[in-house]
């Protein structure tokens, strides 16, 4: 069975940071593309960021320049660095690994920006 599990969520101010982290087995983490997707209270899931397997990336408008995806190929993980954040960016995030046929999700990490 294929598991995401995601590490990181929590409670900062506006202005600050965090960093999530999603680890998968190794068959997938080199294989499969990864990414994050967030979902606000009352709304649908956004997709948030997503790395492939030779580290291309791409950022939905709304995160870029304040959040980088990154991977570490030795520990079959993938972080989301999170600086700057705003109440706007308060939802459960959840990791994912995608391939053309089949979709993994992990739990999913509360992330809550508030002073």
């Known amino acids: 069975q294929v598991q995401l599990v995601e590490s990181g969520g929590g409670l900062v101010q506006p202005g600050g940071s965090l960093r999530l982290s999603c680890a998968t087995s190794?068959?997938?983490?080199?294989?499969?593309?990864m990414g994050w997707y967030r979902q606000a209270p009352g709304k649908r899931r956004n997709w948030v960021a997503q790395i492939g397997n030779q580290g291309n990336t791409n950022y939905a408008d709304s995160v870029k320049g304040r959040f980088t995806i990154s991977r570490d190929n030795a520990k079959n993980t993938i972080y989301l660095q999170m600086n700057n954040l705003k109440p706007e960016d308060t939802a459960v995030y959840y990791c994912?690994?995608?391939?053309?046929?089949?979709?993994?999700w992990g739990q999913g990490t509360q992330v809550t920006v508030s002073s």
């Open positions: 994912y690994a995608r391939s053309s046929t089949r979709a993994y």
């Open positions: 190794g068959s997938i983490f080199s294989t499969y593309e």
